[in-house]
């Protein structure tokens, strides 16, 4: 059964790059839509973006401009780049396994989730 | 800009049905998936492709769609399924959305 842990530093200052890496274990990262979805403390979920394992990535268009993903096939690892953060972008970051049925994704493992927190 | 709707809050007598509703324009055509999480945990799918449900998760969670309004059914609702759901689709770009969520209280 596929694992995902997410890894980076819990605090990250305003006008930096928040940097986060999940590792997958159990599973190839092959042939899945890596992805990257956050939640602010007491709020919803919000789609940050995916990569296929072909290298393809998606975005979400309002965070489009300050996003980018990544992917490591040979350490099993895809990775956040989230630039010029703000107190807004404070939030629990989830790394996800992505699956397409038709034209719609869904996500069927999580990773358990990391804080990270805008702060000077 | 293309929104799923859902109520902000449910609340049920243990062994009741509790039933959780998804409104968006474009759930006649698309799929629509529910998560659960519970507190301080991760979410976990329970429906996916409207009504299919994955291994391990209980016989008692039902999906089913009409028209624009997608709804998770939990028949028999029990304290442990307390927490937040959410619905899921897609945008009119074909992005991935999630509903606001919805509180389900069994008590």
């Known amino acids: 059964q596929v694992q995902l842990q997410e890894s980076g530093p819990g605090l990250v200052r305003p006008s930096e790059t928040l940097s986060l890496t999940c590792t997958v274990s159990?599973?190839?990262?092959?042939?899945?839509?890596w992805s990257w979805i956050r939640q602010p403390p007491g709020k919803g979920l919000e789609w940050i973006g995916y990569?296929?394992?072909?290298?393809?990535?998606n975005y979400n268009p309002f965070l489009k401009s300050r996003v980018t993903i990544s992917l490591d096939t040979s350490k099993n690892q895809f990775s956040l780049n989230l630039r010029s953060v703000t107190a807004a972008d404070t939030a629990i970051f989830y790394c996800a396994r992505g699956r397409l049925t038709g034209a719609t994704t869904w996500f069927d493992s999580w990773g358990q989730g990391t804080l990270a927190t805008v702060s000077s | 800009s293309y929104e799923l709707t859902q109520p902000p809050s449910v609340s049920v007598s243990p062994g009741q049905t509790a039933r959780i509703t998804c409104s968006g324009d474009?759930?006649?055509?698309?799929?629509a998936y529910w998560y659960q999480q519970k507190s301080g945990q991760a979410p976990v799918v329970v429906i996916y492709d409207d009504k299919r449900r994955p291994s391990g998760v209980p016989e008692r969670f039902s999906g089913s769609s009409s028209g624009a309004v997608a709804t998770l059914a939990i028949s028999g609702a029990q304290v442990e399924d307390e927490g937040d759901y959410y619905c899921?689709?897609?945008?009119?770009?074909?992005?991935?959305?999630f509903g606001g969520g919805t509180k389900l209280t069994v008590l």
């Open positions: 899921s689709s897609i945008d009119n770009s074909g992005n991935p959305l």
């Open positions: 159990g599973g190839s990262i092959s042939t899945y839509y």
């Open positions: 474009a759930l006649p055509r698309k799929y």
């Open positions: 990569i296929y394992y072909t290298g393809t990535t």
